[in-house]
């Protein structure tokens, strides 16, 4: 009996684990993503998927995601930043938080650019820029940042929400 239960555990928690398993695009304003031997940028780059390429992905608490082979949901490839996979309906490829997304116009008073972060603040690293008065979507993360996507829906990464029109 206690060999019964011990198994329906195991097979309980292999079914959690799976259901936690999503898919999603790359979406990286480089244009690629780099997949690490392990969740951070010291961890050796194993792989890199372009942006626009398909992977199956369980998003970890650190803001790294375990990657899976976009054929096989079980062929575990490495890690890759959450950040830069747009989760999408496996049936009909579509993204799944458009529905959040809102749209905007980038404004500076100062610039004519502003700056687009990896992460939501001043200390990310910085992966490209907008001119003022692009379109945009965008869907904040706290009361002072928000992740910025094109007008594609295509991920681009961290804008100062102060430096949005809503």
């Not at 502003?114 to 869907?139: A, D, E, F, K, W």
């Not at 996507?149 to 961290?158: D, I, Q, S």
């Amino acid at each position: 009996m206690k060999r019964i239960i011990f198994l329906m555990v195991v097979v309980l928690s292999a079914m959690s684990i799976h259901a936690q398993q999503y898919y999603g695009r790359v979406s990286d304003s480089d244009g690629y993503s780099n997949i690490r031997r392990g969740p951070g940028t010291g961890y050796a780059i194993v792989r890199t998927y372009r942006s626009g390429d398909y992977l199956y992905y369980t998003p970890q608490k650190n803001g790294w995601s375990k990657v899976y082979s976009g054929k096989s949901s079980n062929t575990f490839m490495g890690y890759m930043s959450t950040n830069l996979i747009v989760r999408v309906n496996p049936q009909t490829g579509a993204t799944q938080q458009t529905s959040s997304l809102r749209s905007g116009i980038i404004i500076d008073p100062v610039d004519s650019y502003v700056n687009v972060r990896r992460g939501p603040g001043t200390n990310y690293s910085i992966s490209s820029r907008l001119n003022v008065g692009t379109s945009i979507y965008y869907q904040p993360v706290n009361s002072s940042w928000a992740k910025v996507y094109n007008r594609n829906k295509a991920f681009l990464g961290y804008v100062a929400l102060s430096r949005i029109r809503r």
